[in-house]
């Protein structure tokens, strides 16, 4: 079984690279340049709880922004007011929320398009 901990996921994120939150922004879901791999492996391996994540409401259609619980075997923390139809939209959203948690700093009133 795979573990991870904070530890082994230690990339600094410098908050000033904008241009690896561009890089997302454009291309969620396609091939990324190493530093933006090693982002975002640092913003879902960290192993600390309190992650943003998405939960599928309808297969390929409607997704929920969910919270995962400190420990293991609670339940998730549910945004039913952030419903997306658009897998773009939703991950964008998670990763914007991942950076701040990470780097304390917003993208939300940055035009990063």
């Known amino acids: 079984m795979l573990t991870t901990t904070a530890q082994q996921a230690h990339y600094p994120i410098d908050p000033t690279r904008l241009d690896l939150a561009r890089e997302f922004r454009r291309t969620p879901r396609g091939h990324y340049s190493h530093e933006l791999q090693l982002v975002l492996y ?3 391996w960290s ?3 309190l992650r943003h994540v998405l939960l599928t409401m309808e297969p390929g259609k409607r997704w929920m922004l969910a919270q ?3 420990s293991r075997g609670e339940p998730l923390k549910t945004f039913p007011e952030r419903l997306f139809e658009r897998l773009a939209d939703a991950e964008w959203a998670v990763f914007c929320l991942r950076w701040e948690a990470l780097t304390g700093h917003s993208l939300s009133n940055l ?3």
């Open 42 to 44: 640092r913003m879902r």
């Open 111 to 113: 035009n990063l398009d």
């Open 47 to 49: 192993g600390a709880g």
């Open 68 to 70: 995962l619980p400190a």
